[in-house]
């Protein structure tokens, strides 16, 4: 038996990790800046992260919800000290598609409505209701058709969002920087707009900061703004690479949401959830996020500062970065690999840096050093 061919192979396999380093089978050693598309933020093998495992492991293993569970109670405290205090009922579910599918479920019950609003270059999973809010059409047409009911909109433009509301549409759904779809930056203001319009059109707004959430140099990319979304979806980080999800409620929108509409059955488990609570309360410190800004404007003005004639635009926030080409990024990221550093793609001309909170300086440049190399020789 083998694998369906969902991914495209990497040619290697990964053996070990530690920090910010993987180690494949033949014993070579790669620097991590995709950390398994931006789950290991802490990096790999986190002592404290290990240990909570370990112990938790040793104890029990699964719970069902129905039942009480210190772990899960431990997370949902460790938690609630970083979200925003309007944000206090929270579900959980196995990944970060779960949580969106989740959210989705909840905006039509609360609201009474059917129709979502997404925008071009969207990922928010793919399983279906997640799919139907995923633009591009790679993921949706074979699938089709979709869930009835998504309309997408332009990002970053609110006179199309306007224009898209109606008494239909139970929610807006966005990431406050696109990940999947080249690590987009909207605006200063974007934000706090589409909080506005929704509050006028009795919309809700669901945050998908699955991927943003934790790396753009503050727990939440939405809170730059103000801005408090009425359902907020995380996953990807929050639990340092065991598979956890959650997705968090104001108390309006949970008591419209029917006892029974909802579950999972290995959702919140002790296991994920004593890794999840030992990850947030390392992401609990400040220092941490305000370094993670710094080194990521430093990378991006050493980008900019060497002006290579190959590259379109270098942007993000935080650790959470981008560099445009103008041409194709596969031969660059194949070509970073073979000198020994892992990056993604975000798009066909895009590379995508997505690595641990704790990275160093000398990493970055490491990183960097690799990135001009590999853009000089690839072909």
């Known amino acids: 038996m083998s694998p369906i061919p969902l991914h495209a192979d990497r040619g290697i396999s990964l053996v070990r990790g530690e920090g910010c380093y993987l180690w494949d089978s033949e014993g070579r050693r790669?620097?991590?800046?995709?950390?398994?598309?931006?789950?290991?933020?802490?990096?790999?093998?986190?002592?404290?992260?290990?240990?909570?495992?370990?112990?938790?492991?040793?104890?029990?293993?699964?719970?069902?919800?129905?039942?009480g569970s210190p772990a899960r109670d431990d997370f949902i405290e460790a938690l609630a000290a970083i979200l925003p205090p309007a944000l206090t009922r929270i579900s959980f579910g196995n990944s970060g598609a779960e949580a969106v599918e989740?959210?989705?479920k909840y905006a039509r019950v609360a609201t009474g409505r059917t129709g979502i609003v997404a925008t071009h270059r969207a990922y928010h999973g793919r399983t279906?209701?997640?799919?139907?809010?995923?633009?591009?059409?790679?993921?949706?047409?074979?699938?089709?058709?979709?869930?009835?009911?998504v309309r997408h909109v332009?990002?970053?433009?609110?006179?199309?969002?306007?224009?898209?509301?109606?008494?239909?549409?139970?929610?807006?759904?966005?990431?406050?920087?696109?990940?999947?779809?080249?690590?987009?930056?909207?605006?200063?203001?974007y934000l706090q707009g589409i909080r506005e319009r929704c509050d006028a059109h009795g919309a809700l707004l669901i945050g998908d900061e699955i991927q943003t959430g934790f790396r753009?140099?503050?727990?939440?990319?939405?809170?730059?703004?103000?801005?408090?979304?009425?359902?907020?979806?995380?996953?990807?980080?929050?639990?340092?690479?065991?598979?956890?999800?959650?997705?968090?409620?104001?108390?309006?929108?949970?008591?419209?949401?029917?006892?029974?509409?909802?579950?999972?059955?290995f959702a919140g488990n002790p296991?994920?959830?004593?890794?999840?609570?030992?990850?947030?309360?390392?992401?609990?410190?400040?220092?941490?996020?305000?370094e993670a800004r710094r080194l990521g404007e430093r990378f991006q003005q050493r980008v900019r500062a060497l002006n290579l004639p190959q590259v379109r635009e270098v942007r993000g926030r935080g650790l959470m970065l981008a560099v445009e080409l103008k041409k194709p990024a596969t031969p660059v990221?194949?070509?970073?690999?073979?000198?020994?550093v892992l990056v993604l793609p975000g798009g066909s001309t895009v590379i995508r840096f997505l690595p641990s909170i704790l990275i160093e300086s000398d990493e970055v440049d490491q990183g960097l050093e690799a990135l001009v190399d590999a853009i000089h020789v690839a072909r």
């Open 102 to 104: 989740a959210a989705l």
């Open 271 to 290: 296991l994920v959830c004593a890794a999840g609570a030992a990850t947030l309360r390392v992401l609990a410190d400040e220092a941490l996020h305000d």
């Open 216 to 265: 753009t140099g503050a727990p939440l990319a939405c809170t730059r703004e103000g801005v408090v979304p009425d359902i907020l979806c995380l996953s990807k980080s929050i639990a340092n690479g065991l598979p956890l999800g959650v997705t968090v409620t104001t108390e309006a929108v949970s008591e419209r949401v029917p006892k029974g509409s909802h579950g999972s059955t």
């Open 128 to 149: 279906f209701g997640a799919l139907a809010a995923t633009a591009d059409a790679k993921y949706r047409e074979p699938f089709a058709p979709m869930l009835e009911g």
């Open 30 to 67: 790669y620097l991590d800046l995709m950390t398994n598309y931006g789950v290991n933020l802490l990096g790999h093998a986190h002592p404290a992260i290990t240990d909570a495992i370990q112990k938790q492991a040793a104890i029990l293993t699964n719970a069902h919800q129905s039942f």
């Open 333 to 340: 990221i194949k070509a970073m690999q073979e000198r020994g």
């Open 154 to 189: 332009p990002f970053d433009n609110l006179d199309a969002l306007e224009q898209a509301l109606d008494d239909s549409i139970a929610a807006v759904i966005i990431e406050p920087i696109q990940g999947e779809g080249g690590v987009r930056v909207p605006n200063d203001g």
